[in-house]
């Protein structure tokens, strides 16, 4: 999540990130790897093979949240890095053409010089609605400011 309020073009650099997502998966993760390891380790008669599993699949499960907490959006004077679950693309502002976070969206959409859309996972509208709109709204006012994409190309 940002720190810029709303309507106001932010400092660079910034991070847009789902704060409070990013802050309910992370207690998830640990409450689970705490919950399924002590249930291992508090059970009679499981050998080490078996207590090790428990604690496997409880870093598994972990793990998994953790990886759902990644993403974000990383705005500096050159760019922009978009941090999604498994990948991570650097982009430049002029091939940002438009930021989109349509009503029913789960994230905010990047349309591309390239013809591709890019989803960006950093900025999703699930329990902080209004920072979200806010945070989209702040990517693309610095991608219209920076791009040096061509003056009558759309933005949204």
């Known amino acids: 999540m940002s ?15 789902p704060g ?4 309910v998966l992370i207690v998830v993760a640990v409450v689970t790897f705490v919950t399924i390891t002590a249930i ?6 499981l050998g080490p093979g078996e207590r090790l599993s428990f604690a496997l699949t409880a870093l598994l499960m972990s793990g998994v949240l953790l990886l ?9 004077e050159t760019g922009v890095t978009v941090v999604n679950l498994t990948a991570k693309r650097r982009l430049e502002w002029a091939e940002i053409l438009r930021v989109n976070l349509r009503p029913g969206d789960p994230w905010v959409f ?7 859309s890019l989803p960006a996972l950093g900025i999703q509208p699930g329990i902080a609605r209004h920072r979200a709109i ?9 991608a219209e400011a920076r791009s ?9």
């Open 134 to 142: 806010a945070d989209a709204r702040a990517l693309r006012d610095l």
């Open 3 to 17: 720190d810029t309020p709303p309507d106001a073009t932010p400092v660079l650099p910034v991070t847009f990130r």
């Open 40 to 45: 291992g380790l508090l059970l009679k008669g």
């Open 68 to 76: 759902l907490a990644r993403p974000k959006v990383v705005a500096d």
């Open 110 to 116: 990047l349309d591309l010089s390239d013809g591709t």
């Open 20 to 23: 409070r997502t990013r802050a």
């Open 148 to 156: 040096t994409a061509a003056p009558d190309t759309p933005h949204a």
